[in-house]
């Protein structure tokens, strides 16, 4: 494995969840493998998790890593080709990604959506200029369309605390005061995919996601129905593909309540965190001993050195 964008990376699924499984319970077994390696991590949007998860992977991999928050502490960057550059941006990604690439041996990189341009979006216009560009393994850290670390660090946490072979999973839209990206549910649909779970997606009408992502997975337009029988409930909220980028409704009765988790087969609760709490979801459920947001957290660490680990070995 050269880049990590997505799930289709992965040699072989089975084998990565054993490996991410395998240095947690010995994370430090393969510091060889990062001596005198260094990581950048280039933030073009917040973070907390990604960030610290991430750096304690590579750290956790014998590796160095040095942070550049752009936008923040760097110049601004422009990503279009062609463009007279008289505006406020002072570099280009084209310049400024070869730079970064010889100062490192993997770059992670987090772009999100702009939620302006769903071409722009959709085609990953930023990621992909790094891997163009870079001369070095390019890590996503969430891009425009997928947050492949997430969803892997979900899967993992999945397969800890499921207690049947073939579990119910449920993707919930929630409500939220601000439009959101659709990087994190496109994802998490995407590695379900590749399990033999049972996924059911649940969301209001004008929330369908890309058909690229969601095949023929199953929606219930019915939140209460999709919960029957639930052992995973995963909560997230998202803005509108179809209407690209709008908020289509801020319906509090779309948030996951104690009343809503009851029908359910004593469902774990998931998100990945940043959550509104009293808009996704109730503190009452939050607070409860269904909610594993924690758990899936710290498999952020797993997820990601599992990945780094592919990388150095390649
Ligand atoms: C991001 C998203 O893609 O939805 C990152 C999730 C890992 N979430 C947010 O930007 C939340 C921001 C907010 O205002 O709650």
Redo the contacts with the bound molecule.
């Keep these: 494995m050269r880049h990590f964008t997505s799930v289709y990376d992965l040699p072989n699924l089975p084998e990565a969840i054993k490996s991410a499984l395998e240095l947690k319970s010995n994370p430090y077994g393969f510091q060889h493998l990062g001596k005198n390696k260094t990581m950048v991590l280039i933030f073009f949007n917040?973070s907390l998790r990604t960030r610290l998860s991430t750096q304690k992977a590579a750290m956790n991999l014998g590796m160095n890593t040095m942070v550049l928050n752009v936008n923040q502490d760097g110049w601004r960057m422009e990503s279009e080709l062609g463009v007279v550059m008289d505006g406020d941006k002072p570099e280009h990604l084209r310049e400024a990604i070869p730079v970064i690439g010889r100062y490192c041996d993997i770059i992670g990189v987090r772009a999100?959506a702009n939620l302006e341009d769903k071409q722009d979006d959709y085609t990953e216009k930023i990621l992909n200029q790094f891997i163009d560009f870079a001369g070095v393994p390019v890590v996503s850290m969430?891009a425009a369309t997928r947050?492949p670390l997430?969803s892997f660090a979900d899967l993992i946490t999945i397969e800890e605390h499921k207690t049947k072979p073939s579990p119910k999973v449920v993707l919930t839209w929630a409500p939220?005061p601000?439009a959101?990206?659709q990087?994190?549910p496109n994802s998490f649909v995407e590695w379900m995919r590749q399990t033999n779970y049972e996924l059911v997606v649940t969301h209001p009408k004008g929330y369908e996601l890309d058909p690229q992502f969601m095949g023929d997975v199953n929606v219930e337009y019915d939140q209460d129905k999709a919960f029957e029988g639930a052992d995973f409930i995963y909560a997230k909220?998202w803005s509108s593909y179809t209407d690209y980028g709008e908020i289509l409704s801020k319906d509090r009765a779309w948030t996951v309540t104690p009343q809503k988790m009851a029908v359910t087969n004593n469902a774990k609760f998931m998100h990945?965190?940043?959550v509104?709490r009293n808009m996704i979801v109730s503190d009452e459920v939050l607070d409860s001993s269904a909610s594993i947001v924690v758990d899936e957290a710290e498999n952020r660490v797993y997820s990601a050195q599992t990945i780094l680990k592919m990388i150095l070995e390649g």
């Design positions: 917040s999100f969430e947050h997430q939220h601000k959101l990206p990087a994190v909220n990945c965190l940043p509104r």
